[in-house]
T-cell receptor
Framework: IAGITQAPTSQILAAGRRMTLRCTQD?????MYWYRQDLGLGLRLIHY???????GKGEVPDGYSVSRANTDDFPLTLASAVPSQTSVYFC?????????????FGQGTRLTVV | GQNIDQPTEMTATEGAIVQINCTYQ??????LFWYQQHAGEAPTFLSY??LDGLEEKGRFSSFLSRSKGYSYLLLKELQMKDSASYLC??????????WGAGTKLIIKP
């Protein structure tokens, strides 16, 4: 089934540990995104990539890094996790970053930093 | 700053009609999206408006007024499965989506 897959689905992580959230899409979409979703707040963009080989910072990039070595994969790394990074993380992709571009979301990763 | 406002929660009755409003202030405008998100699941696309007016898609319709910075999502013939959060998002001048916090819609029998 075509779509976008995230792993893991949930994780409890000790503060200070390094963690990579994986995201893979098989729709050959150019653009990919990482969002975090916290109760009472809208989805907030962490990092994005408009095409393979390029990345950009979103609204809340501090403490996170990404890479886009190929079209399909867009991992998100927390270098040294802190409790404020406890959140639900969604990876998304779209055919292009332009107008009228529906975004497809992965099922999310629920991360708890303790 | 950029801002998207929508009600936090609404309640409606099965079979009825409900209108979820969204007002926005953003740097530039390249379209407005509505997404549906069931609890514990990913958001899924419902509609896109870039021109003023009403777009109808089955039981769901979305309206846009760019001059007023206003949109609404209209859901008709409500079903229990429509219980979900509805997210309004605006694409700004940099083609980035700015998201509202979402409206939790509760459907009662």
């Amino acid at each position: 089934i075509a779509g976008i897959t995230q792993a893991p689905t949930s994780q409890i992580l000790a503060a200070g540990r390094r963690m990579t959230l994986r995201c893979t899409q098989d729709m050959r979409h150019n653009a990919m995104y990482w969002y975090r979703q916290d109760l009472g707040l809208g989805l907030r963009l962490i990092h994005y990539s408009n095409t393979a080989g390029t990345t950009g910072k979103g609204e809340v990039p501090d403490g996170y890094s990404v890479s886009r070595a190929n079209t399909d994969d867009f991992p998100l790394t927390l270098a040294s996790a802190v409790p404020s990074q406890t959140s639900v993380y969604f990876c998304a992709s779209s055919d292009s970053p332009g107008m009228n571009t529906e975004a497809f979301f992965g099922q999310g990763t629920r991360l708890t930093v303790v | 700053g950029q801002n998207i406002d929508q009600p936090t929660e609404m309640t409606a009755t099965e079979g009825a009609i409900v209108q979820i409003n969204c007002t926005y202030q953003t740097s530039g405008f390249n379209g407005l999206f509505w997404y549906q998100q069931h609890a514990g699941e990913a958001p899924t696309f419902l509609s896109y408006n870039v021109l003023d007016g009403l777009e109808e898609k089955g039981r769901f319709s979305s309206f846009l007024s760019r001059s007023k910075g206003y949109s609404y999502l209209l859901l008709k013939e409500l079903q229990m499965k429509d219980s979900a959060s509805y997210l309004c998002a605006v694409m700004d001048s940099n083609y980035q989506l700015i998201w509202g916090a979402g409206t939790k819609l509760i459907i009662k029998p």
